[in-house]
């Protein structure tokens, strides 16, 4: 058992515990996508075979010329949910993921309309729900379910009450056929069973393990399922081949049994298990809310043993089978490690912008790393470096990514990063000042949000990232982690201006806040309104004035040295440093009484005299030295000064 697939099997065994924290396995595995364009190219994707779904959502996401609006501040509202506590519901996967998104959607809507999530035009909510939520490895769907489920959630997304809103919900599994069966119909089987003497109930049998949206058995494979395969592949091969000299092959019943003809002994047949294995997909659907609003289908490529319901179960877990765990698009397996799973998406054009959302209504740009893509530096290895000074936001959608994973080498962005575990984890962090080791200190700066499904009511409560006993029961009430805005780095103005508060903003928020006794007293600075923010802006605006005279002063200061070392410095010169506060002790005589008892007497009083300016040469060494280090200062005042004006302080 390969290092990876223990870490994985022991996953499953601890998230069925109350955990505090899980590190998954290494994942081997692309993108979703057969193919990943430049995401803001306006070249569509190939139609591909009915039974995959990659391209079932926009992969272009175009940019506006002239942005509707400029992204001054990132919010992010999680969804907190444990899975391992989760009360299994016996439906399908298409119809718990129904269920839950429009759970979901529905209470969103309600913080907006009470104004408890930030709704100002500048700001951008990111919505995101964790690695399995809407439906899990034991619930794959099949891929025409998956399409009708990105139908369904892009539906919900389209509200116009979510226009300055991006959704990043829970990853959805589905299960895609074995290539090999891409050009076999149900209709070939009597024909592959005539000519191979094969029973047609065995060759029935192993079709529908092939094409059916349930797993792999991690099973020896039967001859017949052998004969399936090598009959598929030569049928593959026939039409690739076709296709490079611009033609079709018309795929008859004499076609499929000349082939049938060449395949003496099934049982002496190896297996390409990316051609002869189904086909795990896990990807999270990044949308855009509002009417019109642009989409993109994000894919895990690390797959680890939580991905699969047989898998997870270690009684039912066999090495000798792991290659039989395939990814889809980027067919990356289980048995691969960092390095093959990178070289494999690279192969089939999986990029940093693969992993990357632009959002043109908000100008916003994320990037999405589900779970080991993240923990395994996947993400880092293919995207980071291109994306790290280009995105807004870093998101990672997980089920076991303990908190102590994170850290800025596995990847970073602009202004925010943020995880949400589907065992009961959730963070946001502040990356402007390029560190995130510390993303901690922003554990003051969520509130918990509890919505009663019964009562239709909030409440607020003072929560922390790993709080895990804070999470959604799906039944009676919904949990999430709202954080406080973080202002992206920019060059306009102050952080927050008077006017975009109008609408009143956090004032669902503030009344929550005001009525838990046991929130702390900062809270409520975080989430200001327009009457609080009237009060900061006068104070930044005198701070501005304050930090302007400061500059001015050491400018004057500096003018009043530069005479003082020129070649004719006059009484003039000598007089204005004297009557200088700074530049009275640099010039002055310094004078200390002395004291007779020092027992009982007070801290003397010191005093300045005027040096006789004959005697001026004698400070010019210390003056120099003074200058240089004053205008020194003077520069970081500045700096301190600008980002002040720009809102960065």
Sequence with gaps: MSGLNKVGSNVIQVAKKEVKEIKQPKQDNKLALESSPNPNSNVKPKKMNAKHIAEAAPINAPKFENPKKETKRVQTVQLKVNLSKLAPDNKPGLATLKERSKMVFDTIEKMVDKKIIDTRKSSTTVVTMPEFFLNDASKTMSPPEMEQAITYLKDLAKNEKFENLVFTPGSMLAMHPAPAMKHIKSSDLQTIAETMKLDINEVKEAYAEMTSSSEEKYEKVSNVRKALIGVGDQLNKKVANAAKNNNKVNITKEVIADICKTIKDPSNLKINPRSGFKQMQNCILVMEGGKNGQNKLINKTAPSDIDSALRSDKKKNSDKYEDQLVYYPAKT?????????????????????????????????????????????????????????????????????????????????????????????????????????????????????????????????????????????????????????????????????????????????????????????????????????????????????????????????????????????????????????????????????????????????????????????????????????????????????????????
Aim: net charge positive; with cysteine.
């Design 333 to 649: 397996m289980f048995k691969d490690n960092r390095k093959q799973i990178i070289n494999k998406a690279s192969h089939v054009g999986i990029n940093a912008d693969s992993f990357a959302f632009h959002s043109p209504k908000n100008d916003f740009d994320m990037a999405v790393a589900i779970c080991l893509d993240y923990s395994e530096q996947i993400y880092a290895g293919i995207a980071d470096e291109k994306n790290k000074n280009k995105i807004d936001q870093l998101h990672v959608s997980s089920a076991g990514v303990g908190m102590r994973t994170v850290n800025k080498s596995y990847g970073m962005s602009k202004s925010a990063f943020s995880l949400n575990d589907g065992f009961g984890s959730a963070l946001s962090a502040d990356v402007s000042t390029g560190d995130l080791d510390k993303y901690y200190l922003r554990d003051k700066e969520a509130v918990g949000i509890s919505y009663s499904i019964k009562n239709e009511t909030f409440s607020a409560e003072p929560t922390n990232f790993e709080k895990k006993e804070f999470y959604s029961d799906m039944k009676d009430n919904l949990a999430f982690q709202i954080d406080a805005p973080i202002h992206k780095p920019r060059t306009v103005s102050n952080a927050s201006s008077v006017s975009s508060f109008d609408g009143n903003p956090n004032v669902g928020m503030q009344e929550l806040l005001g009525k838990n006794e046991k929130m702390p007293n900062n809270m409520k600075s975080l989430f200001p309104t327009k009457e609080t923010i009237k009060n900061e802006d006068s104070k930044w605006k005198e701070n501005i004035m304050k930090k302007e005279q400061e500059v001015k002063d050491m400018g004057n200061r500096i003018a009043i040295l530069d005479r003082l070392l020129g070649k004719e410095p006059t009484q003039k010169d000598w007089d204005d440093a004297f009557n200088d506060p700074v530049l009275k002790k640099l010039v002055a005589k310094k004078n200390v009484p002395k004291i007779k008892n020092k027992k009982n007497s007070k801290k003397p009083k010191v005093t300045y005299s005027k040096v006789p300016f004959n005697k001026l040469a004698k400070k010019i060494g210390g003056i120099g030295n003074f200058r240089t280090e004053h205008n020194n200062l003077r520069d970081e005042k500045l700096v301190e000064l600008n980002k002040l004006r720009e809102g960065k302080l």
